[in-house]
């Protein structure tokens, strides 16, 4: 066996997070400016970071979407100023967020964190003001919390937070136990959406003028939850003065 | 999940306790104990657990005082406060547990539960099919799901907290401290004695063990463990990443533990079956039981027990009574529950049982099923069962096996050794494990037949172990041809009975982290293969599925160095089957010296050496095998390959290249099978498993790393594999010789050598 001395003087290897395979160094480049958020998606394999559908210019101005979006357009009353999304929901993505969420692998958290700052620099760019006052995300069951132990939206809130030095606050809780949304169709989801959060009211809406928050969820589908939880948070805060709420979501489907 | 934690006084003697569903505990306590106390709030699991364990040892030789102006009790409840402190790390992260501990007033009227027969049915039915099991919270609420009349997974929760009050099954974290011995030797003894030697204050007490959590599971220490806030039960606990694709395991979940050959007698404080007078005498109704059709994965032993003559027999009777445990130990109640009304129909409902794996048991057919299963292990049983064996048991002949089974010297020979090992009481044999050590196409699943055979016939379970899907599905109809009598059972991810348990089960082995001291017999095929080489995980896996008592065979072509040298050494019982079932040797590798693949491909030119060995292969009909090192390789050696097709007398159709990375890979490999490719060119992925009557190995760059010497044998193991061409050919070819490929010769010499000894071949 011959010696390897070359070897000894070679980094680690180290596992890629998603897959399990060697992360060789890879030269793509990577569109997110934070250096931590960088340094989760070097720990990719090449292949995995590839394979990451990037919203780098979405189409639709309101939600997101990287295609034209008719729910954006049918929509009536809308209670969200604009929303972003980091990445197209496709197969691959679905794999990830499966591994996080129903298998329970929390080293994938700091992947899909460092996905979702992507969406967050995205959305800074978007909006008018690039100052936000905090970041809420949106509420698990109790029981469901139980079954999972985390709420994989607040997970991704707090990291957020941490790395951008915006405040975490939670505002919202849940009041109803609802069926898995991804079971339902587009009518019942938003019609069973109703009434199902309840937001407290936070000295925040007292101290600044007109707070704007961003609130975090893992997939927007049809933007239900979302709207209905900017619809709650703005009604908890009109007697001072209006909130705007902001959605920041991992994928778009 | 939170638990609640509380302690027992029966007598002098003290016990603490957690549970997972309080009422039970509660009303199973309540004509018990003298005093309960309880933690007011829930603590969670982990914690409750090191707690059990920490009081369970300071209480063990505790006697309680009676001595005035002293009172017991306080001191009681200061040893749970302080256990809990201690366990919780109290003042680390600003815990603010509140340590109230209450009394429990025991009244057993009041906390009589209105369903508790029915809970004790459950829980005993229960206990039986998690035997030998180590199942997390949810697939054991996926388990009781087929096996229980309700589906209310809540109510499941007090069945598990019965059962385990009961001794039926053991309740724990999936995640907890490894039991660890102190040292004996070394640097590290010294030190711990030095600080046992500490005086003992406040210092001292004030140490924590320093404890190192595993996964109870799959064995996986702290590297493998993540600490995450957990939404369950409030704290930072760790889960386990190694064993994530089976389910997660965390320090606060729960898992099962099913106590093999449990629910025999439980000491259940509601007489459930009220056993009516026994009108026949014993031994009469014992005898009717035994005529009795039985569920299915008895069914041998009892076939046998019922060839035997007189059923006044008091052996009969007890070996009766070792097929079908009673639910309480005693022969008259034994007896009395046989006769009771309900059972009128026991054959009827016990022959649906047998026909429908998972039925909705009504009443009736649940205590049936009840009183029919599992085998017990009491002392009396055991002894019946040994000196039963030492009759019946004749040292097995070589000659008697090979025509039992169609097998050849060689294969009989092993398997007879293999026999013997097995057949020897586990106390007088050293170690447990046995290697078969077969060569590539000596025919090892004929070899395994003789010894589940063994197995079943006196009522134990076996297991036979595969590392790859596809090869479990392969060996289920074989199987299921040779015993088709015995209850089988096929477990791989996303099979349809993955809660069964039948007397033979087939899984690949990653199911084997689901099962616990549930196997007399565990075979383990191809333990050099992956995932199971080189992963601790497996095989503490296949470790903990073995019965204490049981064996374990491990079967390879190729082993691991280290237990070659064990085997070698004779530290490690072992048979040699160094002949193919055609008794003709193995192809020696030839060696061809040419440049390595990646200066061919570049170059785009095959060294003639290469070429006339494909031709002379071509020509006299043989398909090709053809293997390098790399995937990124295959596609480029297909092209080149293509352009000489002409000069090879192949058809370019007729060379494809597949690897791991190839979706249609099973298309081309039947296709393969079925001859409309001749030369194939592949990875390592197809060293194993793929058998072509006619076939020649070419094996490229056969220096490079990525073989290894057992990868190298295998894949010269895939020539001469049949008996209509013995001796294919297998070319080494790459420009350096190295010790892998040096050594595979040397094994493949040895194994010819070694044949020709022992006069197998022809």
């Known amino acids: 066996m011959p010696l390897k001395i070359s070897s000894w003087f070679a980094p680690a290897k180290r596992a890629c997070l998603i897959c399990g395979r060697d992360s060789a160094q890879v030269t793509a480049s990577i569109p997110i400016k934070h250096p931590e958020a960088r340094q989760a998606i070097t720990s990719l394999c090449g292949s995995c970071r590839q394979s990451i559908p990037w919203i780098a210019h979405p189409v639709c101005r309101i939600c997101g979407r990287a295609e034209r979006c008719e729910d954006c357009i049918r929509r009536q009353t809308r209670y969200y100023s604009i929303s972003r999304c980091a990445v197209r929901y496709d197969d691959r993505m679905k794999d990830w967020l499966a591994l996080y969420k129903y298998r329970g692998n929390e080293g994938v958290e700091s992947i899909l964190t460092a996905m979702l700052a992507f969406a967050y620099e995205r959305l800074c760019e978007a909006a008018a003001h690039s100052e936000f006052h905090a970041i809420t995300s949106v509420p698990l069951a109790p029981e469901r919390l139980q079954d999972r132990g985390f709420n994989q939206a607040e997970r991704l809130a707090l990291r957020l937070s941490g790395w951008y030095g915006v405040e975490y606050r939670p505002m919202l809780s849940r009041l109803r136990h609802t069926e898995k949304q991804s079971l339902k169709t587009r009518r019942s989801r938003v019609v069973d959406m109703r009434g199902n959060f309840s937001a407290a009211t936070s000295e925040l809406f007292s101290n600044v003028a007109s707070p704007r928050i961003i609130l975090i969820d893992d997939i927007y589908t049809t933007g239900s939850t979302l709207d209905e939880c900017a619809r709650v948070l703005k009604l908890a805060s009109r007697s001072e003065t209006t909130a705007e709420i902001y959605g920041l979501l991992w994928a778009r489907s | ?762």
């Not at chain 2, 040892?57 to 409840?77: C, I, M, T």
């Not at chain 2, 386990?240 to 389910?247: D, V, Y």
């Not at chain 2, 002379?616 to 390098?628: E, H, Y």
Request: aromatic fraction near 6%; glycine fraction near 6%.
């Open chain 2, 1 to 762: 999940m939170k638990v609640v934690l509380y302690a027992v006084q029966i007598g002098a003697s003290r016990k603490a306790f957690f549970s997972v569903a309080w009422e039970v505990d509660e009303c199973y306590w309540s004509d018990k104990a003298e005093r309960i106390i309880r933690l007011r709030e829930k603590i969670p699991l982990g914690w409750a657990e090191r707690v059990y364990g920490l009081l369970g040892e300071q209480w063990s030789n505790v006697v309680v005082e009676k001595r005035k102006g002293h009172s017991p009790a306080q001191d009681w409840n200061d040893d749970l406060k302080l256990a809990v402190r201690w366990v919780s790390g109290e003042g680390e992260a600003g815990n603010s547990l509140s340590l109230d501990v209450e009394d429990v007033t025991l009244d057993p009227h009041r906390h009589a539960l209105r369903d508790m027969e029915y809970l004790v049915e459950t829980a005993r039915l229960a206990s039986l099919n998690l035997a030998g099991r180590a199942l997390l919270r949810e697939e054991a609420t996926q388990l009781l799901d087929g096996v229980l009349p309700t589906a209310d997974a809540s109510a499941y929760l007090a069945t598990l907290q019965l059962a385990s009050l009961t001794g039926a099954l053991q309740l724990a974290a999936a995640v907890a401290p490894k039991p660890s011995a102190p040292p004996r030797s070394g640097l590290r003894a010294w030190a711990e004695r030095l600080r046992l030697a500490r005086p003992t204050g406040l210092a001292a007490s004030r140490r924590r063990p320093a404890e190192e959590l595993a996964c109870r599971r799959c064995g996986s220490g702290k590297d493998k463990l993540r600490r995450t806030p957990c939404a369950a039960c409030g704290q930072a606990c760790a889960y386990c990443e190694a064993c994530l694709t089976m389910g997660r395991s965390r320090e606060c979940g729960l898992l099962v533990i099913g106590v093999a050959g449990a629910g025999k007698d439980l000491p259940i404080p509601v007489p459930v079956y009220s056993s009516q007078p026994a009108p026949a005498d014993t031994a009469q109704s014992l005898a009717a039981n035994t005529s009795q059709p039985a569920p299915a994965d008895t069914a041998q032993s009892l076939a046998a027990n019922s060839s035997q003559p007189a059923p006044a027999d008091t052996a009969l009777s007890l070996a009766a009574n070792t097929s079908q445990p009673a639910p309480v130990d005693t022969a008259q109640s034994f007896a009395a529950n046989t006769n009771q009304p309900a059972l009128a129909d026991t054959a009827q409902s016990l022959a649906a049982n047998t026909s429908q794996p998972a039925p909705t048991y009504s009443a009736k057919s649940l205590v049936t099923h009840i009183t029919q299963h599992a085998p017990t292990y009491s002392a009396q049983s055991l002894t019946a069962y040994t000196s039963q064996r030492s009759q019946s048991f004749q040292p097995v002949t070589p000659n008697a096996l090979a025509k039992r089974w169609g097998l050849s010297p060689a294969q009989s020979a092993a398997a007879a050794q293999a026999l013997q090992f097995l057949n020897r009481p586990s106390f007088s044999r050293s170690g447990h494990t046995f290697l078969l050590w077969a060569v590539t196409g000596a025919g090892k699943t004929e070899m395994i037949f003789p010894l589940l055979e063994s197995v079943l016939a006196r009522g134990g379970r076996a297991l036979v172990a595969t590392p790859r899907r596809d090869v479990v599905l392969e060996l289920a109809p074989r199987l299921a041809k040779a015993f088709p009598d015995s209850a089988r059972t096929v477990l791989y991810g996303g099979s349809a009975d993955r809660w069964e348990n039948g007397a033979l089960t087939l899984a690949t082995t990653h199911q084997l982290l689901r099962f616990q001291e549930a196997f007399d017999l565990v075979l383990i095929d191809e333990l050099d293969a992956f995932p199971y080489h080189n992963d601790p995980m497996l095989h503490y896996a296949a470790d903990k599925c073995r019965k204490t008592t049981g064996t374990t065979v491990l079967l390879s072509a190729t082993p691991p160095s280290t237990i070659q040298r064990a085997a070698i050494r004779r530290r490690l019982p072992c048979a040699r089957v160094p002949v193919r079932y055609h008794r003709h040797p193995l192809p020696v590798p030839k060696r061809l010296v040419f440049p390595a693949v990646s200066d061919l491909l570049r170059k785009r030119k095959l060294p003639s050496k290469l070429l006339k060995a494909l031709e002379r292969s071509a020509k006299r009909g043989a398909q090709i095998f053809l293997f390098v090192p790399y995937v990124k390789q295959v596609e480029p050696l297909v092209m080149l390959l293509h352009r000489h097709a002409a000069k090879l007398g192949i058809d370019p159709i007729a060379i494809a290249g597949t690897s791991s990375k190839d979706a249609d890979r099973t298309d081309k490999v039947v296709s393969f099978r079925e001859h409309s490719i001749g030369l194939l060119v592949t990875t390592t992925i197809l060293e194993r498993g793929v058998t072509i009557p006619k076939s020649d190995v070419f094996i490229l760059d056969s220096h490079n790393p990525m073989f290894d010497s057992a990868s190298l044998v295998q894949m010269a193991g895939r020539a001469g594999r049949s008996a209509s061409d013995p001796s294919g050919f297998v070319y080494y070819g790459g420009p350096a010789w190295t010790t892998s490929q040096k050594s595979s010769i040397r094994q493949i010499r040895d194994m010819n050598i070694l044949a020709k000894r022992d006069g197998y071949l022809i």
